[in-house]
């Protein structure tokens, strides 16, 4: 019932799962710290009570195993998925991580209760070395129905990849980008359906 977040240690951190090293960051400012990219966790509760329990998945614990990760989102870099080599991934497993769907289901301070004409997007492209090789668009929210099961995704058209980047979109947006919390759960990366 726990969860790691980025190094003490400023920069761009990481950890291991089988052939995949996810990238974590942490921030440090006057106005606190930030963790961005990739965390771990094992909590199994949806309680939620604000942005502080944001280290949850939607529909409570991990898919398989005991661990999964959250991603949030970083505009400059240090939140993708590396592979040591060029190496064709079947899928994974993803759902919503607690902090968006309340927000989505409840609306919040910033961001708005969604309606049936709202969507959150998750686009996961490919890249091998410099090039990038396609994209796989996932929605978490979509025709009024929000994703509380882990849900297989679909990666094999990206083809051989060595690192997989993450951005995510909303119909809820502002004079300062997308108001929907910028968080998603992922479990069992390079899973087969």
């Known amino acids: 019932d726990s969860y790691w977040t980025a190094d003490p240690n400023d920069g761009i951190n990481s950890f291991t799962s089988g052939d995949f090293t996810f990238e974590s960051y942490k921030m440090v400012s ?29 529909c409570g614990g991990p898919r398989a195993g005991k661990n999964y990760a959250i991603w949030n989102s970083r505009y400059s870099g240090g939140d993708a998925v590396l592979l040591a080599k060029a190496t064709k991934v079947p899928g994974c497993y993803i759902t919503n991580n607690v902090y968006a769907y309340n927000s989505m289901i409840n609306g919040d301070a910033y ?83």
């Open 30 to 58: 006057d106005y606190g710290t930030y963790y961005y990219g990739f965390m771990v966790s094992n909590i199994t509760n949806t309680e939620f009570k604000d942005y502080t329990d944001a280290y949850k998945s939607a």
């Open 111 to 193: 961001a708005k209760k969604f309606g049936a004409d709202d969507w959150f997007l998750l686009t996961i492209t490919g890249h091998n070395g410099e090039q990038m090789t396609g994209t796989v668009d996932f929605y978490l929210a979509k025709d009024g129905k929000i994703l509380t099961d882990w849900t297989y995704c679909d990666l094999s058209s990206l083809g051989e990849v060595t690192k997989l980047t993450f951005a995510l979109s909303s119909t809820d947006n502002g004079d300062y980008g997308m108001n929907t919390p910028a968080y998603f759960c992922i479990d069992e990366l390079g899973a087969k359906k």
